[in-house]
């Protein structure tokens, strides 16, 4: 996978900068060390920054290092929204438990 755009913030973090993803309102903050870094999916990149583009999103969009591909929402992703102008997504809680 091309790691192209993505900045290292420190060995644990990998931020997803705003721009990435056209539309993104935040930038995406993936928690991974560089030894996890070699199992990340382009596709779950792409989805930590598809959720920064979603209306009334607070701070970012956030990834843990079991990050992987998943229906909308990255599996391992986290994100706030704004109570009077954000989104409640069933994607951000699980269709299998929603």
């Known amino acids: 996978m091309s790691r192209a755009g993505l900045v290292r913030l420190d ?16 930038q995406g903050i993936i928690y991974l060390d560089e ?8 596709g779950s990149v792409r989805q930590v920054a598809n959720v920064a ?4 999103i607070v701070k970012a969009s956030l990834a843990m290092p079991d990050i992987h591909t998943g229906y909308g929402f990255a599996i391992g992703g986290v994100a706030a929204f704004d109570v009077n102008e954000g ?3 069933p994607g951000g809680v699980g269709y299998d438990i929603n």
Do not use: D, W
Request: hydrophobic share 40%; glycine share 10%; proline share 10%.
């Open 11 to 26: 060995p644990n973090r990998l931020k997803v900068p705003v721009g990435y993803t056209e539309g993104m309102r935040v």
């Open 35 to 42: 030894e996890l870094e070699a199992f990340l999916e382009e």
């Open 53 to 56: 583009t979603l209306p009334g």
């Open 87 to 89: 989104i409640i997504s």
